[in-house]
Every structure is written in structure tokens, then in C-alpha cells.
């Protein structure tokens, strides 16, 4: 049995975290057990997520298996392209370059900030009166 090569990184935001398999394909999408189509419906949220890959034309070489978990849509589709790209270094560190100047191998460390006891909201303030 020919053992297959899998690229396993994680990719985070917000509190996102996606734990993501790239192996050798035909660029064959899969989330949560579910296909990309499926999982994301959004048109421009699916393009946002393969730009690593459009990027570096490897969309139609690897496979991509993928478990999501916390966040929201938009949180876990930014985990999810961060995952990629770092896979794809793993895969061939001569793309680190490109990666890297487009931003994708970043973490978004952007959070919801908490909100502070006694106010309504991380910033709002409760309105100040004088007298």
C-alpha cells in the first residue's frame, strides 16, 4: 500500500480554527464533511478562500480536507484560507514568497474586544450627564 502525502497545519480567526489535510488531487473540496459549495454558499466568500491556491495555480493539484469549528461564517472562512497557505508551503517552501507578500500567511489577530462591567457595550458608553 503506497502511503499518501498529507500536509496537516491549522489556520485561525477571530475563534475560528480550522485543522486542514492537503494532499495530492484534482482539487476536490472538503468541509466539515461537506462539499465547498455546500458549506459555503456565498460566491465571493468560496473566492476568498481558494486565493491561495488561484494565486499560486495549485487549485487543480491538491486536495483539501477540512474540519471547522467555532466562529462564524466569515471567521472560519478566513481560518480556512490561512490554513491553506500554510499547507502549501508545507507542500513547497518555494511558494512562501508569493504567499507571504499577499498577506496570507498573517494571522488575522482581530477579536471581538470584551464588554466592560457597568457599560453597555467593549466601547459604548452609557450617556454622561452633568447634573
Known amino acids: 500500500m ?5 500536509f496537516v497545519t491549522t489556520g ?12 495530492a488531487g484534482d482539487g ?20 476568498f478562500i481558494l486565493q491561495p491556491l488561484k494565486l499560486t495555480n495549485t487549485d ?3 486536495d483539501v480536507k477540512a ?6 461564517g466569515v471567521g472560519q472562512a478566513g481560518a480556512l484560507r490561512h490554513g491553506i497557505s500554510r499547507a502549501l508551503i508545507r507542500a ?11 498577506g496570507f500567511l498573517t494571522r488575522d489577530s ?6 466592560k462591567s ?7 458608553r452609557f450617556q454622561f450627564s452633568k447634573r
Open 60 to 62: 487543480a493539484k491538491f
Open 12 to 23: 485561525r480567526r477571530k475563534t475560528a480554527v480550522a485543522s486542514v489535510r492537503l494532499s
Open 67 to 72: 474540519k471547522i469549528t467555532g466562529g462564524g
Open 28 to 47: 476536490k473540496m472538503c468541509i466539515n464533511g461537506r462539499e465547498l459549495k455546500d458549506y459555503f454558499p456565498t460566491v465571493s466568500v468560496r473566492n
Open 92 to 102: 513547497d517552501a518555494s511558494l512562501r514568497e508569493v504567499l507571504k507578500n499577499s
Open 110 to 115: 482581530r477579536k471581538k474586544e470584551r464588554q
Open 2 to 6: 503506497a502511503k499518501i502525502e498529507e
Open 118 to 124: 457597568g457599560q453597555p457595550g467593549a466601547r459604548k
